[in-house]
């Protein structure tokens, strides 16, 4: 797996850990941030790679201190394993797929707004479902939906 799958893994993580429990006034940065150093066609080096996968662990064990040592695993606020999604029949793969190119390119737009304070709560959601998503097994027009809003 590459640090950029790591990173988008992590964040399906973070994303599912803001299911359970309260985000930080930095989650959101985090999550845009993330997306843009994941996206494939982002000239990251490894080292600003592992510095971003820090920093997303970190933002997770703000929000959720205990989970990291939970003894009672849940598994909710595990990082997602991109691999996963090779196992899926063809036709969610490439919805998965879509879906995670959609949040890459919808990161670059939105982080603009988002310093600036203008980005909607219903945007804001947005990058959080879809994320969970990637990790759920749902029909193939629900993935469909949320690439298409």
């Not at 990291?68 to 595990?78: E, I, K, S």
């Not at 999604?85 to 797929?97: A, M, V």
């Amino acid at each position: 797996m590459t640090k950029k799958e790591e990173i988008s893994g992590a964040l399906i993580g973070l994303a599912r850990t803001c299911n359970m429990h309260p985000k930080t006034e930095e989650t959101t940065g985090v999550i845009l941030c993330g997306l843009m150093a994941a996206h494939p066609y982002a000239d990251s080096a490894q080292e600003e790679l592992r510095d971003m996968l820090v920093k997303i662990e970190q933002e997770k064990k703000q929000i959720a201190p205990g989970c990291a040592a939970c003894m009672a695993r849940c598994g909710n606020t595990d990082n997602y394993d991109l691999d996963q999604i090779q196992s899926e029949e063809e036709e969610i793969r490439c919805l998965k797929t879509a879906l995670l190119q959609k949040l890459y390119d919808k990161a670059i737009e939105a982080v603009d707004s988002y310093m600036q304070g203008s980005l909607s709560e219903e945007e804001e959601m947005w990058f959080y479902r879809a994320l969970c998503a990637v990790s759920y097994d749902m029909d193939a027009d629900r993935y469909q939906s949320l690439i298409d809003n």
